[in-house]
């Protein structure tokens, strides 16, 4: 028992003295982190925020007008491709017959 009673106390007073310094080292990384970014430029301005809003708008643009190519009703990307394989225009191509699959 005489053993346990003396490490009882010696573990108290390392965690008493590892506690405050963790706190301290922590505080110091979060300083070093707020320093680095300070330096590196990543501040939180509204022309960066504006920038970026403008750019998702023009790209927001840019989808919509891919999305109506896409879904317009004469737009038909396979036969457009075979065409440009083939030495047939896209409607000669369109109005073959279709050759039957095999089973």
């Known amino acids: ?3 346990l009673a003396f490490l009882i106390p010696v573990i108290a007073i390392i965690m008493g003295v ?15 982190e707020q320093m680095r970014l300070a ?4 501040r939180d301005d509204g ?5 970026q809003d403008a750019r998702i708008e023009e790209l927001q643009d840019r989808i919509a007008v891919l999305e109506r190519i896409v879904t317009d009703r004469r737009y038909d990307l396979a036969s457009e491709i ?3 394989r083939d030495d047939r225009s896209i409607e000669q191509r369109l109005e073959a017959p279709k ?3 095999r089973v």
Do not use: F, V, Y
């Open 18 to 32: 590892s506690i405050p310094i963790t706190a301290i080292k922590l505080k110091h990384r979060e300083r070093i």
């Open 1 to 3: 028992m005489g053993d």
């Open 99 to 101: 050759p039957e699959a």
């Open 82 to 84: 075979e065409a440009l």
């Open 47 to 51: 022309q960066a925020t504006a920038r």
């Open 39 to 42: 330096a590196s430029g990543h």
